[in-house]
């Protein structure tokens, strides 16, 4: 048994998307939540500037105490998954591989498409570990940045969600694809829009994926908590806004706010 807290990142309230299923999943386990909103969006940043504010943040988590990271962005965890690991000395689940691991577990899989930040699709993460793993399987990438902000801004549900997704996807609607990868975590927050888009398209949430990996680690290391639950949020931005997201997203428990200050360059 181990009671220390899972330690959660993401540039904003993507990783709320990640946590909602830690909670689902782990109901016992305690929560540090850290969204960078001070330097959102990473999708736009260089893979370096990623790689420096991520390994900030898992230091921090580190000095929390957390038994385990979970990198609740794919644009951190294409950036920065080897560094972190080999930097920290707990545990780092990543976004991408449990990605593409979940993709792939459906039948009849012939083409998949992978919508991401600019970082992560620029970065090839999606496509290389697809082409490795299924080297004949079609792939359609594609980087609508302008979705994230929608999410972070607060409009999901609303008539000018719709109209970014119905734009951003179109490409999807003229040549479909079997199955979707949602390779943001910002991106489960619009999947009311995106499937009223594309409805024939299965949309994938590695969340699912990444967190059966965090509780599988956790078994096997006898490292669960028994008697948890709680969350502790941390930003970098306004907390109103990080309340916001979290009181709309995430199961109701004990929660605290944080305002954090990063001890990283840009
Ligand atoms: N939610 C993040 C991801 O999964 C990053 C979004 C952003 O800050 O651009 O990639």
Redesign the pocket.
């Known amino acids: 048994m181990d009671k220390r807290p899972i330690g959660v990142m993401?540039?904003?309230l993507?990783?709320l998307s990640v946590a909602r299923v830690l909670q689902r999943t782990l109901p016992h386990e305690d929560l540090i939540f850290v969204g960078d909103q001070g330097h959102?969006?990473?999708?736009?940043?260089s893979q370096e500037s990623v790689r420096r504010l991520s390994l900030a943040i898992g230091a921090f988590l580190e000095k929390q105490d957390a038994k385990m990271m979970v990198i609740?962005?794919?644009?951190?965890?294409?950036a920065a998954l080897p560094a972190l690991q080999a930097q920290l000395s707990i545990p780092v689940i990543g976004?991408i591989n449990p990605g593409v691991k979940a993709a792939l577990a459906l039948p009849g899989l012939k083409q998949v498409g992978v919508i991401?930040?600019?970082?992560?699709i620029k970065a090839g993460a999606y496509q290389a570990a697809l082409k490795q793993a299924a080297p004949t399987l079609a792939v359609t990438a594609a980087a609508p940045?302008a979705l994230?902000s929608i999410v972070?801004g607060h409009q999901t549900g609303t008539a000018a969600a719709q109209e970014a997704v119905d734009r951003e996807l179109a490409a999807f609607k003229e040549q479909p694809v079997d199955a979707l990868i949602l390779?943001?975590?910002?991106?489960p927050f619009l999947a009311p829009e995106i499937s009223h888009t594309l409805p024939q398209t299965t949309l994938v949430d590695p969340a699912v994926e990444a967190v059966a990996a965090a509780k599988d680690w956790l078994v096997t290391h006898e490292a669960l908590n028994d008697k948890g639950g709680r969350l502790t949020l941390y930003t970098t931005g306004h907390i109103a806004d990080l309340k916001q997201g979290a009181e709309q997203w995430l199961q109701e428990a004990p929660a605290t706010y944080h305002q954090l200050e990063l001890e990283a360059d840009e």
């Open positions: 993401d540039s904003g993507g990783g959102f969006p990473y999708g736009v940043r609740a962005c794919n644009t951190a965890t294409a976004m991401a930040t600019t970082g992560t940045q994230v972070e390779g943001c975590t910002h991106f």
